[in-house]
């Protein structure tokens, strides 16, 4: 089914997709010079695998992810994923998230067990990007945004009465 593109009420133009199709512009575009200086951190932690990308881009994801495999790091499968620079279109590409997040499900998964975080205030109305969130879906994560708030998550806490936060939705549109 081809897509169907229409205009938001900001003036962007989105598109109908099916499961799977991605629109991002890491490739393409790319981002700044400044956020590919970035400093991307892994880490082990109890086994538990994080990755933290600041505002990197594509050029330093990808060396990020060449240089953890020279040195023999087994950086997947992540249990977090910090996404770049509030989830823009421009700091990822579907190879990158392919490297650090295995490639596109055929289908949803009823029940992610891993984490793709945003930090996008609640009142920022560009980010994250539809694109973004879909392609995050496709590889299995739930998807949180940080809203302007603080959330805290751990593996085996007790209950402490918090609240949990909500993934967001699967959006049926992308940017164009």
Known sequence: MPARSFTTL???SVSHAAWGEENLKGDSEGTSA?????????????GTK???????GVRSLTKAHQSAFQMGIVTGPLDWF???HHGSRRNL??????KWL????????????SWAIVSANQNDQEHPKKAIVRALI???RSVFQTSGTLNVRSKGAPDRGW????????PPDQED
């Open 138 to 140: 496709h590889r299995g």
């Open 93 to 98: 590409s579907s190879d990158v998230l392919d």
């Open 163 to 170: 609240t949990s936060a909500l993934p967001l939705k699967y």
């Open 82 to 84: 910090q996404v770049p």
């Open 102 to 113: 295995g490639p596109r499900l055929d289908n949803p998964v009823k029940s992610p067990a």
């Open 34 to 46: 400044d956020n590919e200086t970035s400093i991307v951190q892994f880490a082990d932690v109890c």
């Open 50 to 56: 994080v990755l933290l990308t600041g505002d990197a």
């Open 10 to 12: 900001l003036g962007e």
